[in-house]
């Protein structure tokens, strides 16, 4: 058996046999699956780190999270002390912001690399846990954060590194990617398709983060942070959830060939000539795509995630995007790495945000939308509403009318128009005599 | 402006506008548009890199080689002495095995980095390169040199480091799938399609690499080593290419709902309690996949790599697979990742071969087979036919006869059986009397 993937430099003067010492910060459905691989496949993260991994503690906030198969004598429910031990590794998989960034801080500042899986925290704030990192010149890597098992940290941060990307648009919540799919294929209304979500335990017992879109904002701010090599935070991010979604809107797509998922989208304007500087945007809410787009086709509660860069063309990543063994894996990964950048006295990239490039406002975005509209079926009727659009220079694409007299309904797909205009327009059209309700408005993407 | 991204290590105490130097060997489709972006990309790529990256020198075979844009006094026809001047990164784009290894191994012997896309020479010789490299404390980067601007190697050697790969099944050679797809599609013949093919720059004068499967078997050879840390070399890998494939088979493939599409297959075998070391195998031929699965949709010249693993579960990954922009990308990426590795006196990944499996024949593989048969419609010849199926242990999962009398056909799709006992029913098949004639034999995957 060779260790050719071994390289010790001549910094590091300590036996091959001396484990690196990890601790786990958090033992829930990720930190546990983390803890059994550890654990069960030490042989084979010995020889790809070339060095043993050991773990030494793992910090739980009440000793009843202790797990069978993990020798109890880990556990702890003092964090704080655990990260000031001698420690070269530290995963955090507790999530949310406190007492999280303080962990982290502390044990960067203790000298040891971080792992986590923390998109909250990176998402408000990132740039604290960078700079502490280069401070330490220790290493922060996070490939668990968006997506969970699929690799697309490291692609944007590394593989892409040498290109320019225009944009990345994901589907980045498993939970409301199982709702809006099981909403088109089972023809079932939110409410139900929530619940269903929560008793498979795709959806917590609480889903505001997941449906309100709380959550796919806080991958979107990363990923537009590594691709744009920008600082964009979750605050950044505009946001709408999925509660108000109907079957009615499901049925709007598809009348049009369309589906509806939760986007999360991330755009560098073009070039103009003799403009001040390119600007990012950075947004989630559910849009309408063509079923032929390869996002339409991502089911269930997988995600997926598609670039476009100038030299790469379009690229598109797919798997699972959650669960305990997927996230563990990207954990994992970025623990193998992590180590092995120690061992040579390296460290990864750091943050790359020299671009530093204006967030837009979502007005200023070009977008399309799909409108729903009650009217009174009389003649002149598609006059006024035409006259509206135009007034605020947006531009028409389709428009169906469905039914007569008192059901009289109007469907408009418009051309692409700053998303200001579109929804001034909606205002506008909401005050018309003519118009009796506007049932569905949606935003249309990916053609 | 910041840039947080740049940490040199105090082992460097040259300035930070000392340029790193960068030598070009090969200005084909791929090396010119390397050496444009390096050149119009620079100050994206200093600051990304934290340093700027100077072109020294490109080599070419003949000074006609030389491109518009680029100044003419960088080219040489020498690229011996090209790598042996004072060089910190070096790109081979040359592609085949000689002069590119002697290149790559002068380049890391005079203590440069390698930057190189040329699968055929790391699936033939992978071990000399990754040797000299790991002697000379350089690092050896080849994204490109599998699946284009698809982001494959990286994740596979890092950010699935943590997980157990079980196997790896690829769309890798654009050229075959866009022939097969325009014979799918357009329903015409394999010579038709690949002089198409040829007339879009897709297929080259000679397709004897594509074609005949050689090219996609020297990237399984790749994919294999790396998902299964264990050294697998172009030779270890059984190929079958497409130039026997007919309208006929395509049709065959419609009736089953399957597609044809040239694969790469790498897996590794189970694990057996008492059984000896688990073994890996990587073949490449054409087989029939069921149209819902992920890989069916490539279309095109496309490239789609989809990926099993124990906690991560299934991945893909899909792009543009050739090209001069998405190669380009690709080397670009790993020129920035070698760079900033260089900067902070370090290396990525090495090889890691320390599982050194035992690659199994095609024989002992366990696949499944589609045949066709031409028969002679009379009593007893579906016993006759199921008993040669018997004899050799295959069982059968459908039967279907087409047409009657001098046209009776039998259409057979077996279970999984060893490669061996399946290749030897056929031959058995044809030695039947009331067999007439076996008019199609393939694979059949992704079930």
Do not use: W
């Not at 088109?184 to 609480?206: S, V």
């Not at 799909?370 to 659009?389: M, N």
Request: charge should be negative; charged fraction near 20%.
């Amino acid at each position: 058996m060779t260790l050719t993937s071994v390289r010790p430099t001549p910094l590091l003067n300590i036996s091959p046999l001396t484990p690196l010492r990890v601790a786990l910060l958090g033992c829930g459905v990720v930190g546990s699956e983390v803890a059994r691989l550890i654990i069960e496949q030490a042989e084979d993260l010995r020889a790809r780190v070339g060095r043993p991994l050991e773990l030494v503690g793992i910090a739980v906030r009440r000793y009843d999270q202790r797990r069978p198969g993990i020798d109890p004598e880990l556990f702890t429910t003092d964090a704080e002390e655990l990260v000031s031990r001698d420690i070269d590794l530290v995963i955090e998989v507790i999530g949310g912001i406190e007492p999280a960034r303080s962990l982290i801080l502390a044990a960067l500042r203790h000298g040891a690399s971080v792992v986590t899986a923390n998109k909250a925290l990176l998402a408000v704030d990132g740039a604290t846990l960078f700079e502490a990192a280069e401070r330490a010149g220790a290493d922060l890597y996070f490939e668990a954060a968006v997506a969970g098992a699929i690799p697309i940290i490291r692609p944007l941060r590394e593989s892409l590194v040498g290109d320019e990307i225009t944009s990345v648009i994901g589907i980045v919540n498993g939970t409301t990617n199982y709702i809006l799919d099981r909403m088109d294929t089972a023809g079932i209304g939110f409410a139900e398709a929530l619940a269903e979500a929560q008793q498979l335990g795709y959806a917590e017992a609480d889903p505001t983060a997941d449906i309100e879109g709380f959550d796919a904002a806080a991958k979107a701010a990363i990923l537009a942070s590594l691709a744009f090599h920008t600082r964009v935070t979750g605050a950044d991010v505009y946001r709408e959830g999925i509660t108000g979604i109907t079957p009615a809107d499901i049925a709007s797509a598809r009348d049009i060939g369309h589906v509806i998922k939760l986007l999360a989208i991330c755009q560098l304007s073009p070039p103009i000539a003799g403009a001040a500087d390119r600007t990012v945007s950075a947004r989630v809410h559910p849009a309408m795509i063509p079923r032929s787009h390869p996002l339409a086709g991502v089911g269930d509660a997988y995600n997926s995630v598609f670039v476009e860069s100038m030299s790469a063309g379009r690229l598109m990543f797919y798997g699972p995007g959650a669960g305990g063994s997927p996230t563990a894996s990207a954990v994992l990964g970025d623990l193998v790495t992590v180590a092995r950048n120690r061992l040579r006295g390296a460290v990864g990239p750091g943050e790359s945000s020299y671009a530093a490039r204006p967030v837009s406002e979502i007005g200023s975005v070009m977008t399309r939308y799909h409108l729903s509209l009650q009217v009174a079926d009389k003649a002149g009727v598609l006059e006024t509403i035409a006259h509206a659009f135009a007034e605020h220079g947006v531009s028409i694409e389709t428009v169906r009318q469905n039914g007569r007299n008192a059901n009289a309904q109007l469907v408009i797909v418009t051309h692409h128009a700053r998303d200001a205009a579109l929804s001034a327009t909606v205002r506008a059209l909401r005050k018309l005599d003519v118009v009796r309700e506007v049932t569905g408005v949606m935003r249309v993407e990916g053609d």
